[in-house]
Structure formats: C-alpha cells, structure tokens
C-alpha cells in the first residue's frame, strides 16, 4: 500500500547545530540529553541518520500491550534536526539506511497474532505497508534503502506464519517470501547489485538467498549442517533422500550423530540415538537398531520408540508358547534399560489418582503411601522428590551459613548465580566444607534455613529436621560430598530429576522412583539416576504401583 502519513512533522535543519550527543546503553538503548529522550535507537551506517521511537503513548503513561495510546517515532540528522516524525500504534524494531529510508515494526493495538512493516523515505512519506496475521520477530534494510526483509514468529493456520518476506521499498511491493528454512536469523546482510541477502545467526555459518526466495548453495549448507549435528537439517535430507541413501551420506549424517551423541543436551542425545536406530532399521541392520534404540530410551524413556524396539526384540528372540503368554510391564523393561531394580508395590486405588496402603488409612498422593509401604518395612525417609538431599547439601556447604542466603536456592549457590559478590562461593571450598561437616553444624544451618518457614524450608515443605539429620547421619560426610561434587558440575541440569522417596536405615540409603498406571519415566530422571546415582554406587529402583 502507498500513501502519505498525515501524522509527519517535516521541519528544517537548523544552522549552527552541533553533532547529537548520544550516550548508548545495553540492548540498543541511548540516552539523547538535548531531546530528554531514553529509549531504543537505530542509526544509519554512514552515521548521517538516526531513528528513535518508543512503544507507549506520548504521555508515558501506558506502554507494551494495550489497546489505545499510540507510540511515536523520529528521525533526525546527525546535527540533530528533525527530519520527520509519526504516530504508530505500537513502533518496534526500526532500521535506518544511508539514503534515510527507515523501517519500523508495529505490533499494533489488542490481542492475536497480527503485525505489520512500514517503510517510510527521508522525508516521511510512506512507501510501503504491509500487514501479516502473525507476530513479528525481526526485519532489516539494505544500506542503500531500497531492500526490506522481515521474518514472522509462529502463527498456526496462518499463510504468514513462520516466513522471511523480501519488500522492494522502491517499487512498494513484496518480492517474495520463503519458510523458515534455516531457522531464527539474528542479523540481514544486502547485496543489492548482485541480488542476493544473507541470513546470520551467532553460532553458525551464514545463509545466502537470491531475490527469488531460492537459497544458493543448499547442498553446501546441508553439509555443514549435518557435520554440525543439525538434527533438523538430518532428519529433513533423510525423509528427501528415502531409500536412496548413498554410502557417503550416511557416512556424512552418522558422523553428525556422533557429535550430538558427544553433546550435553540428553533430548538431543536420545532424538540422535532415535535416527540412528531408525537408519540401521531401515538398512535391516537390525541388531544395531535395537541398539541404538536402548541407548535412547535409556537416556529418555520417552523418546518414542519403545513399541518399535519391541517389534524388533520380538522378531529376533523366538521363544517358546509359554514364554510368549508372559507379559513385562514397561516399568520393568525402563527399569531393566536403567540398571536399577523393579519392585511392584500393592496399594488400594481411590479416586482422584489418591491411593492408601492400610484399609483404615486416609487416601493420599501415590508417593506418601508408597512412603508408609517402606516405613512399614523398617525404612526411615520422605516423599520430597530432591528437596532433602538440597537442602542437606546447603545446609553441610557453609559453616556458618548467613540469613541472607535462607532462601537462595543451592543450585543457584553452587552455579555463582547470584547478584552480589558476597554471596558468590567457591564451589570447591563448599565441597570441602561438607567433607569436614558436624551434626551441630547441619542444626545451627537448619535453623536458619526453616527460619522463613517455620519447620520447614520455604520452598521444600515436605522437609524436616528429623529427615534432614537423619539422612546426614546414613550418609556421612563422605558420600554426602561426592553427591555435591557431581552435583557442582552441572547444578541446574541436576536439580531436576531426583526420585520421589530418599530412605535410610543405618547406613543404607536408598532412592524409589513411584510410578502409578499411566505414569512414565522422564529424560531428567533417567540422567540423575545415570549420571548420579548409579555411579556412587546407590541402591536405586523403580516402584511399580498396581491396584489391590
């Protein structure tokens, strides 16, 4: 669409003005002393033009969603004069050019998925609208200003979702558009003589694409993606390539695998895992397939293949009619996959996924009454998932530990994730401190961590005195610190994923993972118990819940 913007303020430079002071800040901030302005800026790369807008009424009284209360915009010379200026419903994301062509998003007034760019020349006058039914997420512009290109965010069941769009600000029309092939593009680099743009994202190489929407060189991007283990680009040549795989392909794509397999995102490692089995299967190398198909599931037991790792089981084990009639549970099988035992646990079923171990008992969460069926065995212990052994391991760290630090969580302690720099400690030295820790330390830092809560700490209230003790005391120093060594390496992977029940008895501690009908094991999970647990050597198992 082309028009004029009755909104434009055009005035004359003045004489005699100085260069514009600018004071930048983080994230495309400035500070512009002589126009009393703070916000976000783009300037031109030839520095002769600069562009300032902001996202709330002139007022400053309502800014970010709303409804009503349009933002404004400027552009400005280097000396400072005004050039033009407008209104927009909600200005974002502007770009300058060298000929003072701008840009600007605007994520427009009320709720959905809509945005559009406007493209305006040095002197306001609108070349180009264009609106799209789904979010913006990033544009830029050629240097000589007659190029725009804007990419949108995800919008199901809209034709704009998800799309780079090329504008001619010239011409006041769209080129072209193109999926988002590549992925999330950080920066736009033009070449305009030869027709070309290039898509950058930190991290990895950059994209070309000609003005036909079309990429130049896509066989030379697939290679260094599938060498970068793009699992993506992988799994998109796989299903292009179908049973035509040649032998240096596969070669190229299993050494893509390899170095996600050598990555520390599990998802990623059970997904690689995933495709290599399906590459093996597909092949009928069969036993390599189950293979791969065991490690993935080891690592996430929901990564989508355990009824197709059956299949194959099955087709390689002939077995007798009787062994046939004899059904494994899934739990027994995840179990099996972990290296951790299986136990069935009998309790009685109620409503609401509640459950009880004695008839007179009340009906609780499946975790408490799997919790009394190993109290009734002679075992001390809780149903606090990790925050027991947290909260001991904070508790062990510091002698003393200071009130200001009651609520940080010991993740965040252990990672130096926190504001000041007195409350940033050495993980090392807090490791030593829990290898030479005393009961009556562990009671004085108790009392300062259930300060805030009163019997329990503020964010585990399931955690009491008498667990924490008790478990300090079946650990011992020892074991306690290999726990937070391992822990240290990576604090907020390892947070995650502890089983529900810790139980001891002298100087035996245990670890049960519940699982009630329907329930599943998870990627978190699997890593603690491999990662963690198992390797230090602890009596792990999974508790299969089944109805009385």
């Known amino acids: 669409m082309l028009g004029d913007d009755a909104d434009n303020d055009k005035t004359r430079r003045p004489e005699g003005m100085r260069r514009l002071e600018i004071e930048p800040f983080s994230h495309g901030l400035v500070r512009i002393p002589a126009l009393d302005f703070f916000g976000p800026h783009a300037a031109s790369s030839n520095g002769q033009y600069h562009l300032i807008w902001q996202d709330r009424n002139p007022e400053g009284t309502i800014g970010g969603h709303r409804y009503e209360g349009h933002g404004t915009w400027s552009l400005l010379t280097d000396s400072g004069a005004l050039l033009a200026k407008g209104r927009l419903e909600r200005p974002q994301d502007g770009h300058v050019a060298d000929d003072g062509t701008f840009i600007l998003s605007d ?73 988002q092939e590549t992925g999330w593009a950080d920066g736009y680099e033009f070449d305009s003589v030869n027709e070309r743009i290039y898509l950058s994202k930190e991290g990895k190489d950059r994209v070309a694409y000609g003005f036909d929407g079309k990429m130049v060189d896509r066989e030379g991007w697939q290679r260094t993606r599938i060498a970068a283990g793009d699992l993506g680009v992988i799994r998109s040549v796989l299903e292009g390539v179908g049973h035509s795989l040649t032998h240096d392909l596969r070669t190229a794509i299993f050494a893509g695998l390899d170095v996600v397999a050598e990555s520390d995102d599990i998802w990623s490692q059970a997904k690689a895992l995933r495709l290599r089995g399906e590459m093996h299967e597909q092949a009928g190398e069969v036993d390599e397939a189950i293979a791969s198909y065991e490690q993935a599931l080891a690592i996430d037991p929901q990564v989508g293949v355990s009824r197709r790792l059956g299949k194959l089981q099955r087709s390689t084990s002939p077995v007798s009619k009787k062994a046939r009639t004899a059904k494994v549970s899934r739990f027994e099988k995840q179990a099996e996959r972990l290296g951790i035992e299986h136990e069935v646990v009998m309790l009685e079923q109620g409503l609401n996924k509640e459950w009880r171990m004695q008839p007179s008992g009340a009906m609780t969460a499946v975790e408490v009454a799997a919790l009394e069926h190993y109290r009734a065995e002679g075992w001390e212990g809780v ?54 820790s005393t009961r009556s330390q562990i009671e004085a830092n108790w009392r300062v961590i259930a300060a805030t809560a009163g019997d329990t700490p503020a964010f585990y209230p399931a955690v009491r005195r008498e667990h924490v003790l008790g478990l300090y005391e079946s650990l011992g120093t020892r074991r306690l610190a290999q726990i937070a060594e391992i822990f240290a390496t990576a604090p907020y992977d390892l947070r995650a994923g502890w089983p529900d029940l810790t139980l001891w008895k002298e100087t035996t501690v245990r670890f049960i993972e519940v699982k009630a009908p329907g329930d599943s094991m998870h990627a978190k999970q699997a890593r603690l118990i491999s990662t963690l647990l198992l390797p230090l050597g602890f009596d792990v198992a999974l508790a299969e819940i089944r109805p009385l």
Do not use: H
């Open 383 to 436: 149903a606090a998932e990790g925050g027991l052994i947290l909260t001991l391991i904070k508790a062990a760290s510091f002698k003393p530990l200071a009130d200001r630090n009651a609520d940080t969580f010991v993740e965040a302690l252990y990672a130096q994730n926190v504001a000041f720099v007195e409350d940033r400690f050495d993980p090392a030295r807090m490791i030593d401190c829990i290898s030479k």
């Open 107 to 179: 994520w427009m007034f009320g709720d959905g998925l809509k945005a559009r760019l406007l493209a305006f020349g040095v002197d306001g006058r609108k070349l180009l609208e264009r609106e799209f039914s789904a979010n913006m997420a990033s544009s830029g512009l050629s240097d000589d200003g007659r190029f725009a290109i804007c990419q949108t965010a995800n919008a199901p069941g809209s034709p704009d979702s998800c799309r780079y769009f090329l504008l001619d600000l010239e011409k006041g029309e769209e080129i072209t558009s193109w999926e």
